[in-house]
Every structure is written in structure tokens, then in C-alpha cells.
């Protein structure tokens, strides 16, 4: 059986779990401007195996809208640019020599309205996790009392921390969801 504070910390721990894994997916949503990591989620065949682009490429900026990629090898040059076309981001690569540059298009007002639903969606999802990750916890503590292992006043302090934690994980991911709303919707 655990005590409270190691309760406590694993429940700290999942919740910055949870604060990444909305980062990742933040750093997914496009915006107008260029972002390598825009490219994270395609695949190219590399000698038979599925690889992403940044296995076999070096991924840079070359402005603010457009991305660089330089394979390492010869020869991928061609199947980078064609899978980068057949994903499904919107995006036309053109090859200049050794370099293919992946220019970013402006969005659209409708477009940006929409994925500003999709990072409020994405928020709310770190928000249920969150919450979920409290209510885990405050039943571990509840348990631990149950059982004699803890007291009441123990209970009750370490629900406040708990709720804390949430208060403290959550006003984050209103911070995250408010800078990415800001980035999509300035042109």
C-alpha cells in the first residue's frame, strides 16, 4: 500500500503527463506559420520499413512560412516530397536540388475559427484527464483511511493539495489553450 505523499507525487507525476501529451498534440494543430513539427506525422518508406520524415531528413525553417527539408541520402529525395504530399496536411513540397521546401499557405478566417475549436476540444480532453487523475488520487486517500493507515485530518489535507495540484494543472492548460488560440487566430 502507498502512502499519501507518494499518492501525492504520482498523481503530480500524470498530470504533467497529461499537461505533454496536450502539448504534443497542440504543437500538431497548424498554424500560419511554419513549424517542423508539423511534419512529425509523416511516414516515408525507408528500405522497405515506414519511417518518420525525421529519420531521414534534416527538418529547418527556412522562413516563417516555409520548412526545409534535406534528406540525407540521394535518393529519398523523391519519396519525402511524395509523401509529404499524399499526407493528409494540405501541403505541395517542390524539390530545388538537394533541398525541398514546403511552403505553408495562409489560412483562411473559417479555417482558423475551426481549428480554434479543435485546441479548446484538446483542452478540454487534458481538463477530463486532469480531473480524473484527482479523483484516482482522493480515492487512493480515501482507501488509505479505510484501512486505518491514514487519518481523517490526513484525508482532508491531502484532498486540499490534491485540489490544488488540479487547480495549479488546469489554470496551465487554460494558459496553453489561450497561446495557442492567440498564435492561430494572428495573421
Known amino acids: 500500500m502507498s502512502s499519501i505523499p507518494e499518492i501525492k507525487k504520482t498523481a503530480e507525476q500524470k498530470m504533467q503527463q497529461s499537461l505533454e501529451a496536450l502539448r504534443a498534440n497542440l504543437a500538431k494543430v497548424r498554424t500560419g506559420r511554419a513549424n517542423p513539427a508539423l511534419l512529425d506525422t509523416v511516414q516515408v518508406e525507408y528500405y522497405g520499413t515506414m519511417v518518420p520524415i525525421s529519420q531521414v531528413a534534416n527538418l529547418t525553417l527556412l522562413d516563417a512560412r516555409t520548412i526545409g527539408v534535406a534528406p540525407w541520402e540521394k535518393g529519398m529525395g523523391a519519396k519525402i516530397e511524395k509523401a509529404i ?36 476540444a484538446e483542452g478540454e480532453h487534458a481538463k477530463v484527464a486532469i480531473r480524473n487523475l484527482r479523483r484516482d488520487a482522493n480515492e487512493h486517500v480515501k482507501r488509505l ?6 487519518s481523517e485530518d490526513d ?25 495557442k488560440e492567440a498564435d492561430i487566430m494572428a495573421i
Open 85 to 120: 504530399r499524399e499526407s493528409d496536411l494540405g501541403l505541395n513540397p517542390a524539390s530545388h536540388g538537394d533541398l525541398i521546401r514546403v511552403p505553408i499557405p495562409p489560412m483562411t478566417e473559417e479555417r482558423r475559427r475551426e481549428l480554434v475549436k479543435v485546441v479548446k
Open 155 to 179: 484525508e482532508r489535507r491531502a484532498q486540499d493539495d490534491i485540489q490544488k495540484l488540479t487547480d495549479r494543472m488546469i489554470a496551465e492548460v487554460d494558459k496553453m489553450v489561450a497561446a
Open 145 to 150: 483511511v479505510k484501512d486505518k493507515l491514514a
